[in-house]
């Protein structure tokens, strides 16, 4: 299982474009990398995810280097409802007759300042 | 699309007791669904990986006697808390894996809040 590295926390203001990185070093040939977002006593949230290049959704891109050794969740204009923890997973998400399971980071904390 | 649910949200039960704890995906089929726990300010931790119609797979150290899975339909998995005590309190967390194309994804469902007295 890849291990991931985040930055423990992190402050914003209110509309500001927000970018966590993660680091995967140990990223394999069939990992994918999603972001998962997750306010307290809920479960997370699937943000976004992706295998290479980047990908973007409704609520944020994700930014994978050629080398996939790391990636960078963004989110656009951030707001008050944004302070969450978010998380970096990296596993082989492929259908291969069993999802294979992930290890959960630190995260990282992100506060959003009025 | 991609809906988890838990069942209940939360509950609170005497020490000895036992809890049943359900996770049921809402609009698509899982093959595999994951147990986690979660204590305060930490991170997720996998209990469990249980898979439809088959044993489930247990993490090291977690006690396979005192968590039983069941994953008895696609849609369907519950976690029983066998003779709660204080330290199994916790928030218990299920996710469910979601085939799209050739892509699996883990949702999760909105949590289990187990407090024993």
């Known amino acids: 299982l890849a291990k991931t590295t985040q930055p423990i926390s992190m402050d914003s203001y209110e509309g500001q474009e927000v970018n966590i990185t993660c680091s995967h070093n140990?990223?394999?040939?069939?990992?994918?990398i999603t972001w998962y977002q997750q306010f307290p006593s809920q479960g997370p949230r699937f943000i976004i995810q992706?295998?290479?290049t980047k990908v973007t959704n409704e609520v944020a891109s994700l930014f994978i280097p050629a080398d996939r050794k790391s990636s960078t969740l963004s989110l656009p204009r951030v707001s008050l409802s944004d302070t969450a923890v978010y998380y970096c997973?990296?596993?082989?998400?492929?259908?291969?007759?069993?999802?294979?399971?992930?290890?959960f980071g630190t995260g990282t904390k992100l506060q959003v300042i009025p | 699309g991609a809906v988890v649910s838990q069942h209940p949200s939360w509950v609170i039960c005497k020490s000895g007791t036992s809890v049943k704890i359900e996770c049921r995906s809402l609009?698509?089929?899982?093959?595999?669904m994951f147990w986690y726990r979660q204590f305060p300010k930490q991170s997720l931790m996998l209990m469990a990986t249980?898979?439809?119609?088959?044993?489930?797979?247990?993490e090291q150290g977690v006690e396979k006697d005192k968590f039983l899975i069941n994953h008895a339909s696609l849609t369907l998995s519950t976690l029983t808390v066998t003779s709660a005590h204080p330290e199994d309190s916790s928030f218990y967390i299920c996710?469910?894996?979601?085939?799209?194309?050739?892509?699996?994804?883990?949702?999760f469902g909105p949590g289990t809040r187990l407090l024993v007295l």
């Open positions: 996710s469910a894996a979601n085939r799209e194309a050739s892509v699996e994804t883990q949702y």
């Open positions: 140990n990223i394999a040939t069939n990992d994918y």
């Open positions: 992706g295998y290479k």
């Open positions: 997973l990296v596993g082989d998400n492929r259908w291969s007759g069993g999802y294979q399971k992930v290890t």
């Open positions: 609009d698509f089929q899982a093959t595999t």
């Open positions: 249980s898979n439809e119609g088959s044993k489930a797979t247990y």
